[in-house]
Nanobody, 127 residues
Framework: QVHLVESGGGLVQPGGSLRLSCAAS????????MGWFRQAPGKEREFVAA????????FYGESVGGRFTITRHNPENLVYLQMDRTKPEDTAVYYC????????????????????WGRGTQVTVSS
């Protein structure tokens, strides 16, 4: 089992940048594919980004592609979400998710594929 804690959320002006962090503890971090999801009030949870166990494969939701970047640092048990050129519609609670897998290059954009979740961090994009 892995425990996930997100941090780095806050208020940012439109067009600004923010970096979210997700710290993992418990089992070997490199056993897990990692994802970021978000949920705005009254909306369903939305896929943001995912990275495989070794960081070699990443992919993004349509609404954030080209603006957000997911990276992971396995020795430090951390995964990051760099948010650039933010928009008011990026306002949401952002969740880190993990799934252990034997497939080194696997990652998913489906929230149902992830077993472990953090409690989320609020991001507000507003002037």
């Amino acid at each position: 089992q892995v425990h996930l804690v997100e941090s780095g959320g806050g208020l940012v002006q439109p067009g600004g940048s923010l970096r979210l962090s997700c710290a993992a503890s418990g089992r070997t971090f490199s056993d897990y594919a990692m994802g970021w999801f978000r949920q705005a009030p009254g909306k369903e949870r939305e896929f943001v980004a995912a990275v495989n166990r070794v960081g070699g494969t990443t992919f993004y939701g349509e609404s954030v592609g080209g603006r957000f970047t997911i990276t992971r640092h396995n020795p430090e048990n951390l995964v990051y979400l760099q948010m650039d050129r933010t928009k008011p519609e990026d306002t949401a609670v952002y969740y880190c998710a993990a799934q252990d897998t034997s497939r080194v290059f696997w990652a998913s954009d489906n929230a149902m594929d992830y077993t472990y979740w953090g409690r989320g961090t609020q991001v507000t994009v507003s002037s």
